[in-house]
């Protein structure tokens, strides 16, 4: 443990022997960090906040008071195995944040990628895999085992089931339950509900070139909007505009998809996956 004069750690902190602690960091009054815990450089930690397990948090990441990164797993087959949690460079974790270890009938770690923002009360549960860049609001709640590709963006106290897989700048409506996979660049809105086209203003917000949107929309419409079967459009369009490349993504991110799509509004409700 390092407690020295290049750190702002507050007296009343309760810091474990055996806690990594690098240069630069702030931990506020009667926060408590565990003994196999590794805080990166420049890190902050805020009065109140409990990290434990084995935790590594990268450097410049700010945890806010009363969050609780590195508690055990909300899973019944958990018996106190020395899983993990990785928190990415630049991430910011607000207040009354839940993120749970893993687990070893899962990946075994919990991971949160860079330049995260994750509002006060999320959850985050055991063996969740979030990427770069991801933005959710005050009260998202992740099922165990959910993955979340980069930029991708949830609203406020929205749901999401198990095992899920949420594609990169999808960008899922406050309030939403999510049961399936969401595609890639997509709208998703409602209590077990649906899609409502592509993403857009988050498409533009990250420039994508203009010919790229328009390409996705038309494959978009090609795969939703159809009387074939969602995966076999997904198909047809990979075969003939595979050669775009947010469009090859789109397409295989539907084809590999485990738990089924939702419907896209005004879809026929015959159109299976």
Same mark, same amino acid.
């Given at each position: ?37 590794? $805080? ?51 991430? $910011? ?41 991801? $933005? ?91 009387? $074939? ?45």
């Amino acid at each position: 443990m390092h407690k020295n004069n290049i750190n702002n750690i507050h007296p009343m902190a309760v810091i474990s022997e055996g806690a990594q602690i690098g240069k630069g960091v702030e931990i506020g009054a009667y926060a408590i960090i565990g003994p196999n815990v590794i $805080i990166g450089d420049n890190s902050k930690i805020g009065a109140h906040a409990v990290i434990d397990g084995y935790t590594t948090i990268a450097q410049n990441v700010s945890i806010s008071s009363f969050a609780v990164v590195g508690g055990a797993p909300q899973d019944i087959t958990y018996k106190g195995e020395p899983t993990k949690v990785f928190i990415g460079d630049n991430t $910011i974790i607000r207040e009354f944040v839940t993120v749970h270890r893993g687990t070893t009938g899962g990946c075994g770690i919990t991971n949160i990628g860079k330049n995260c923002l994750i509002m006060a009360y999320c959850h985050i549960a055991h063996d969740c895999q979030i990427a770069d860049n991801v $933005i959710m609001a005050n009260g998202a709640t992740l099922g165990g085992h959910v993955t979340i590709d980069e930029h991708a963006v949830l609203g406020g106290v929205i749901a999401v089931h198990q095992f899920c897989h949420i594609g990169a700048y999808a960008f899922i409506g406050g309030m939403s339950g999510v049961n399936k996979d969401i595609p890639p660049f997509v709208k998703f809105f409602g209590i077990r509900g649906d899609m409502y086209g592509l993403n857009v203003v988050g498409l533009r917000r990250h420039r994508f070139p203009k010919e790229h949107i328009e390409a996705l929309k038309k494959a978009y419409r090609r795969i939703f909007h159809s009387d $074939i079967t969602v995966k076999a459009g997904a198909q047809e369009v990979l075969k003939d505009m595979g050669d775009i490349p947010p469009v090859k993504t789109f397409c295989e991110f539907i084809l590999n998809s485990s738990r089924g799509l939702p419907r896209s509004a005004g879809m026929e409700a015959t159109a299976d996956v």
